[in-house]
């Protein structure tokens, strides 16, 4: 008798400059559970572009982290992806 195991659960996450998505990958689906955008209106700081790419790195990492074990998943890490504008 041949037991299925279930699919592993991986959280990743995916940053640019104008913010960030955490995704839930199990199997053969892929779902955002979590976004996050950089507008300078809902920035602490008074700066033009909202936080810098540094920071919004170290939030979806700390998000994605924090996701996993919330959902019992493994940490799959962060990558950097195009934005359509211009990081400054």
């Not at 955002?32 to 909202?50: C, F, L, M």
Request: proline share 3%.
């Amino acid at each position: 008798m041949s037991r299925r195991s279930k699919p592993k659960r991986i959280v990743v996450g995916e940053y640019n400059c104008d913010g960030y998505a955490v995704l839930l990958c199990s199997g053969k689906s892929t779902d955002i559970v979590y976004t996050a955008g950089n507008h300078p209106q809902d920035s602490q700081e008074s700066i033009p572009r909202g936080v810098g790419l540094r920071a919004i790195r170290g939030f979806c990492i700390r998000t994605c982290r924090e996701i996993a074990g919330e959902r019992n998943a493994s940490f799959g890490g962060v990558s950097r992806v195009l934005e359509n504008t211009d990081c400054g």
